[in-house]
């Protein structure tokens, strides 16, 4: 029955078995879009010790759900099981029929969930379903963590608008270039692979035009095995200054290529970067002429969008938070930066906000160090 108390033996085994339901989901970002990707775990209670008996993550394009595929790979041995998901099970019919109808189906006892679905659809309904059907749900196991995986989705159907995480690279005296000089190496060989799944777990990797100038960047993903995982890359470039000969236009016919221009911006630099594959959105402009960011997410997430990655500039990153609409910052620290700097890594925007985010954790990357911030 819904609502009896667990032992402190039972909640810790809760958390593990979730924290195992989160880490399968987060295999799949960036592939799930605009569906969350979401991890669940049947698992056998009745012995002593738990036994797994399937898992499962929301599959590529969004579809079948999570639960779908853990409940299929269980079949009968579903019956009388616990069943762990970093989402709440929806009860809507959409393009498929409601996973806690399957759930219920299945004859799963115990359902443990990370956090309500906030989609209008579900909100709660999908845990009072099961709890009809007399299933024991235990709802917020992990919740922080949920939220955290499925922040792209929750930012979606809460405010319209993808998550946004910006990342920024310092050296350790917080420099993140020079004005005059070569361009800074800041981070090292197993950053930029760390770097490389970010991108690969992102729906898009955005950028400002100043960065294709000064760069040129392919902004792909090129860790072995995961080359195929390349996002959909924006370029934020409210004049149309994309060079056509840069390397993010000679490869839009691989990895779509998404420019976000100003109303204003010329027709005909649009037609030459379409010729070669790029595609154009436009976005009204704000008083200085530059894309109006907020209206630019939610075009993005009308889209589907749920994940942005900014990998800069610096003043894509300042404008983002002086419009406040960065929701996590992960700032690298490079300490074997080559190099020496004159072009602070924060700028005065972001400075600002830094007393709005909070720190959630930190990670030693070879020689770099890597701190994650997020919205309070
Ligand atoms: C789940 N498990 O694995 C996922 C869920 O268009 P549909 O029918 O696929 O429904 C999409 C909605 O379902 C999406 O907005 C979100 O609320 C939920 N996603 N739910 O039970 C899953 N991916
Ligand atoms: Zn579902």
């Known amino acids: ?13 809760d958390e593990r078995l979730m924290r195992l339901a989160i880490a399968l989901g987060e295999r799949n970002l960036g592939l799930t879009w605009p569906n969350p990707s979401v991890g ?24 079948p759900h999570a639960e779908r595929m853990a409940l299929a790979a269980a079949g009968e041995r579903a019956r009388g099981a616990t069943l762990y998901v970093s989402l709440e099970p929806c009860s809507h019919h959409g393009k498929t029929p409601p996973c806690a109808d399957a759930v219920v189906e299945a004859g799963i006892r115990r359902v443990v969930s990370g956090i309500e679905d906030p989609d209008a659809r579900v909100t709660g309904q ?21 939220y955290r995986a499925h922040r792209g989705h929750i930012t979606r159907v809460t405010q319209g608008r993808p998550a946004v995480t910006v990342k920024l690279a310092r050296t350790t005296e917080g420099f993140a270039g020079s004005r005059n000089g070569p361009r800074l190496m800041i981070t090292g060989e197993i950053a930029n692979g760390r770097v490389h799944l970010m991108r690969a777990h992102a729906d898009a990797i955005m950028v400002g035009v100043g960065t294709v100038l000064a760069d040129d960047p392919l902004l792909n993903v090129r860790l072995p095995g995961l080359e195929a995982r390349s996002p959909i890359r924006i370029v934020v470039d409210s004049h149309l200054r994309t060079p056509p000969g840069s390397r993010v236009i000679g490869t839009a016919g691989q990895v779509p290529t998404w420019i976000v221009a100003a109303t204003a911006a010329p ?74 700097g004159d072009v602070p890594a924060l700028g005065l ?28």
């Open 1 to 13: 029955a819904a609502g009896s108390e667990r032992s402190p033996e039972q909640i810790l085994r």
């Open 40 to 63: 669940s775990v049947v698992v056998d209670e009745s012995g002593e010790h738990p036994v797994i008996l399937a898992q499962g993550v929301t599959q590529p394009g969004g579809r």
């Open 126 to 146: 999908g845990h009072e379903r099961l709890g009809a059907a007399g299933i024991e749900v235990v709802a917020g196991c992990l919740a922080g963590a949920a």
């Open 267 to 340: 027709v005909e630099a649009e037609q030459e970067l379409v010729a070669r594959g790029a595609e154009v959105l436009r976005v009204p402009g704000d008083a200085q002429g530059h894309v109006a960011l907020d209206e630019m997410l939610r075009l993005l997430g009308a889209r589907g969008l749920t994940r942005v990655f900014c990998e800069g500039g610096l003043a894509l990153a300042d404008a983002l938070a002086g419009a406040d609409l960065i929701d996590e910052l992960v700032l690298i620290t490079g300490r074997s930066a080559r190099g020496r």
């Open 349 to 376: 925007a972001l400075q600002d906000r830094m007393d709005e985010l909070r720190l959630t954790g930190d990670e030693q990357v070879g020689p770099d160090l890597f701190m994650f911030w997020e919205k309070a």
